[in-house]
């Protein structure tokens, strides 16, 4: 059989391949030729062989077929093929494959080989993929060649511990005598594999923590011994002695001296030496410089040592290095807490972080900013950031906005002040301020009652420049309802005051009204705020009646129930129309839970100011005729559905009947339903006001163990009649029949036919959803005749 090609050659070979296709047929050759050569055992060429299956294994094809050839190797007795082996062995196997566990015997020969290069193959080996089972068995060798006088040795026979420890914890103690001894060692490497242990052991076990503190002076005095000693080229870089084992030990150092006054207190020296006497102009010196500061600032250190370490961060600011900058705000941040007046002394620095052109220094620095905030700088920090909010980039505004709010809720000198920078806020941020905004600077400007004539001419102003932003236009709208009587007056003391007439007040609101730029949400403030000036103007009610009329029959179905419902109390309810729209009382927030709500100290606004209709309850409102579908037909008129707003409904929204006063008649209740343990009886009553309008009352009772959470119960009838589902008294049915839930249906029957309708019922029970439909023609002959 020919030789095979040698693995310079196959690499060149593969280089000059011009596909992908090319060169994954170059490698099942070479895979092929190297099987063929592998089942002839053939003793010759086997280290070439497995050579280069390593460098295709590496390229990323498949040569787990080489695994027994690397053992193989291994057991050789020639040390290139030793060397090839076992970095096979690393390679291609891992402690998840039963062949590895062949080899441990080959290890704990060559674990004891005459040859240290051989023991250091050995060595290496097991610290990269040894088991539980091979540390098991081979620790006691590693641990012997830990107290070798051969540094080459005992360096990696510290590497190696660290991974038997990983792996079997409860050997720790094993190399507890020969791991004291290493710290005496001259030699660097042996140095810093000593330290990885000493950290392995320290993190993995409180005992051998409390043990190695009483080792904080020897590490004091090697680190000391690094920083004071001459140039090494040995160990040189960068001008700067063996910065790796400085490094292991401070992180070491840092671990031994957290929580512990006296380990503490011996490190307090070396580590202010270590800080002035590092040079920074490299990177190697801000590493160990980072690395130091870390370590005072985990440690029990003193307060001139803490401000040392704030001020190195703050040096690092000014590095022309974004990562540098980046490493200094995130320390910067998390000691902001414990040494708030050091981090103080750097505020210019981080500020102008904010206009740097890395969006990641930007957030920490924004981060950074509102951590400094206090009473003493809420006005200049406020003004700063205002100024970052107006050129950010989208993705920063949203977090911006709300950190402005808590800062200024916070620390605000004054009511005016506060409510002037939310106001610039929204002005600066417009749609990215998030949904609490306007409830929240609602709630500050009610509570703020002498600043409600400035407020209010404020507002006024910016809505009148600027209808684009929804926020700030909904915060205006209301205050103009609510204060428009303020606004016309000219009551403002705080500044000149503007002479506003009814007619402009009005005509804002219907500018908003009739904007493209204006939400759903927007139109609806609006709305309301026309309505609540007809109990705040004198000369303009008419004009407001008109503009209800006009809106009663809009296509959007929200200002449409608004506007009816605002039209029934000018018709009906003209008497309460002053005492339901009075000015909003004084609101407390409530901490519940993570949230917080306004609550009022009085009665809460009445409900008929924030209706919310949908098609039904739970369900999107997309098209009326597709709501049931019940009488399969297209003559059916689904109801449409009322869902109460989510403040509690007061005395004030139950007067508001629209259909008018009732009268009982004394018409049987039926039972339209009784399945699956729910009831729903029918209770009939006629309308006093309108013959031909029947008022049916549905009572749903449970009389299962479990809750009916979720209940909806939806109606259709033939469209000879017209339907009118009001919302329920709850969602939920209480078990064992403990409570009802009831809702009204009215059915306007002007023919007077016999009336015949389709129910769904769909709830919860016990996790599983529930849907039914039955059909109820067994109504009394009074309840439509």
């Not at 190696?160 to 094993?174: F, W």
């Not at 414990?338 to 620095?365: F, M, P, Y």
């Not at 549905?698 to 809750?707: C, L, M, P």
């Amino acid at each position: 059989m020919p030789a095979p090609i040698r693995l310079r050659e196959l690499i060149r070979t593969i280089r000059t391949a011009r596909t992908q296709a090319e060169e994954r047929e170059m490698i099942q050759k070479e895979c092929a030729s190297i099987r063929s050569s592998f089942r002839e055992e053939d003793n010759t060429y086997r280290c070439r062989n497995v050579a280069k299956l390593l460098y295709m294994h590496m390229l990323g094809y498949p040569a787990h077929f080489g695994q027994l050839e690397c053992l193989k190797l291994i057991a050789s007795q020639k040390f290139t093929d030793k060397r090839i082996g076992y970095l096979g062995a690393m390679l291609l196997l891992d402690e998840r494959q039963d062949v590895h566990l062949l080899m441990t015997n080959c290890i704990k020969n060559d674990l004891n080989h005459n040859t240290q290069y051989v023991q250091g193959l050995a060595l290496c080996t097991l610290g990269c993929m040894g088991s539980s089972e091979m540390c098991r068995d081979l620790a006691g060798e590693v641990e012997k060649l830990l107290k070798t006088s051969n540094s080459y040795l005992r360096k990696k026979a510290a590497l190696c511990a660290v991974h038997v420890i990983r792996k079997v914890p409860e050997l720790m103690e094993m190399f507890l005598p020969a791991t004291k001894n290493l710290l005496n060692e001259k030699n660097h490497g042996v140095l810093h594999t000593s330290v990885v242990l000493l950290t392995e052991m320290c993190e993995r076990s409180p005992d051998m923590l409390a043990h190695f503190r009483k080792l904080v002076p020897q590490l004091v005095r090697i680190l000391k011994n690094l920083i004071m000693s001459g140039y090494s080229p040995e160990h040189d870089v960068s001008g700067i002695s063996d910065p790796f084992l400085q490094v292991r030990i401070l992180r070491l150092l840092r671990m031994l001296g957290r929580n512990d006054d006296d380990s503490s207190e011996a490190m307090n020296d070396i580590l202010a030496q270590v800080a002035t006497n590092t040079e920074t102009s490299k990177n190697v010196g801000n590493a160990i410089l980072y690395e130091t500061v870390l370590t005072i600032m985990d440690i029990k250190s003193e307060s001139g040592l803490r401000v040392l370490a704030i001020n190195i961060l703050g040096r690092f600011l000014l590095n022309n290095d974004k990562n540098i900058r980046y490493v200094a705000l995130t320390s910067l941040l998390k000691t902001v807490q414990t040494d708030h007046n050091a981090v103080q002394r750097h505020r210019s620095t981080i500020v102008d972080c904010l206009k740097d052109l890395d969006v990641s220094i930007k957030r920490r620095a924004m981060e950074l900013s509102f951590a400094l905030v206090n009473g003493n700088n809420v006005r200049g920090m406020t003004k700063e950031l205002l100024y970052f909010l107006d050129l950010c980039d989208p993705e920063f505004k949203a977090d911006c906005a709300s950190g402005i709010f808590l800062a200024a809720e916070k620390y605000a000198p004054s009511k005016r002040w506060h409510i002037d920078t939310i106001m610039k806020v929204l002005t600066t941020a417009g749609s990215y301020v998030r949904d609490d905004a306007v409830p929240n600077l609602i709630q500050l400007i009610t509570n703020s009652v002498e600043m409600h004539a400035y407020t209010v001419q404020k507002l006024y102003k910016a809505v009148l420049e600027d209808t684009s932003q929804q926020p700030l236009v909904q915060v205006g709208a209301w205050c103009m309802g609510e204060y428009g009587d303020l606004l016309v007056s000219g009551q403002c003391e705080e500044e000149e005051p503007i002479q506003v007439t009814e007619d402009e007040v009005i005509d804002v609101l219907e500018t908003v009204l009739q904007s493209n730029l204006s939400t759903s949400v927007t139109r609806g403030y609006a709305l309301t705020a026309i309505m609540k000036l007809s109990t705040r103007f004198t000369i303009n009610v008419n004009r407001i009646k008109k503009i209800m009329s006009v809106y009663g029959s809009s296509i959007d179905v929200e200002l449409q129930q608004r506007a009816v419902e605002y039209n029934a109390l000018f018709k009906k309810f003209d008497h309460m129309r002053s005492a339901l729209l009075e000015r909003m009382p004084i609101m407390e927030k409530v901490t519940n839970g993570p949230t917080e709500t306004a609550q009022t100290n009085g009665e809460s606004e009445p409900t008929i100011l924030e209706p919310k209709l949908v098609l039904s309850a739970s369900q999107p409102s997309n098209q009326a005729n597709d709501l049931l579908d019940l009488l399969g037909g297209s003559d059916v008129t689904p109801a449409i559905q009322t869902v109460p707003p989510s403040k509690p409904s007061t005395a004030g929204g139950e007067l508001l009947d629209l259909l008018g006063g009732l009268d009982l008649s004394g018409i049987p209740p039926v039972t339209a339903y009784c399945k699956g343990g729910l009831k729903i009886e029918f209770n009939f009553e006629r309308s006093n006001t309108n013959p031909n309008v029947t008022v049916v009352t549905i009572s749903a009772t449970n009389s299962t163990d479990g809750d009916m959470t979720d209940f909806v119960f939806q109606a259709a009838v033939p469209k000879t009649f017209q339907l009118q589902l009001l919302s329920p008294s709850n969602n939920i049915i209480p078990a064992r029949n403990a409570g009802a839930v009831t809702q009204v249906i009215k059915v306007l029957n002007p023919q007077k036919q016999q009336l015949r309708m389709r129910i769904k019922i769909t709830y919860n029970l016990n996790g599983s959803p529930v849907q039914d439909l039955a059909e109820v023609n067994n109504f009394p002959p009074q309840s439509w005749q």
